[in-house]
């Protein structure tokens, strides 16, 4: 009995192009909120005017649309990690009752045929369905690497160089506000916030298509 469980799981990484566009992140940003995220009651019109004399929001923008593009480059030409054959030989199981556990393979033998992870219970039937649980958990807390860092890892510090084009943006804003309403200052910093989260989803958009590219699901 052949049992193809993760049949469209590749075995090779880094072959496939990103090719993620900033009209799609904002495509992406749109549905994800219609997905069930609260939308940020709090959103506002970004005024480039506002902002003149406090602080360069365009400067801004492109400073961390750059960084967003370097993790994107990262993505595409540094993500090279290859899964052994031998990938899922220690994906740990238990028996129906709980009372005993197993790696799978030592109930079963894995094979790879033409690109895909082919695992045969015929030895064990009835441990068919917890093998299944137990390498679809396996495949979603698989961390693809590049260059000896996890991909989560580099994008995370996208995050923090965006961060930190946030925090220079926040100090301009401080070092120019004399002679500024309270209000304009707020508000300028409400759209540098903003402007961060945006970009911060973006790299978080990154992240989820190319693993899922990676996992071909």
């Not at 028996?95 to 695992?119: P, R, Y």
């Not at 219970?121 to 679809?136: D, N, Y």
């Not at 396996?138 to 995050?159: I, L, R, Y």
């Not at 402007?195 to 989803?201: F, H, N, V």
């Amino acid at each position: 009995m052949n049992l193809p469980l993760i049949s469209l799981f590749s075995p090779i990484f880094g072959m496939g192009i990103t090719r993620t566009t900033y009209s799609r992140l904002a495509v992406a940003r749109f549905y994800a909120s219609k997905k069930g995220k609260k939308a940020k009651s709090s959103t506002i019109s970004i005024d480039h005017d506002l902002a003149v004399g406090l602080v360069d929001l365009a400067k801004l923008k492109t400073s961390m649309e750059s960084t967003v593009s370097r993790l994107q480059l990262d993505f595409r030409d540094k993500l090279s990690t290859k899964v052994q054959p031998n990938a899922l030989d220690k994906v740990r199981l238990e028996s129906q009752n709980g009372n005993e556990k197993f790696t799978l393979s030592q109930v079963a033998q894995i094979k790879m045929k033409d690109g895909m992870f082919i695992v045969d219970m015929a030895s064990s039937p009835e441990l068919v369905s917890q093998a299944a649980k137990a390498i679809k958990s396996w495949s979603e807390n698989f961390e693809p690497t590049m260059d000896g860092h996890t991909a989560k890892a580099t994008c995370e510090q996208a995050k923090q160089s965006i961060r930190k084009i946030r925090q220079k943006g926040m100090s301009d804003v401080k070092k120019n506000k004399k002679g500024r309403s309270d209000d304009d200052v707020r508000l300028v910093e409400k759209m540098i916030q903003q402007i961060t989260d945006e970009y911060c989803g973006d790299t978080d958009v990154l992240l989820a298509e190319k693993t899922k590219e990676l996992l071909r699901k």
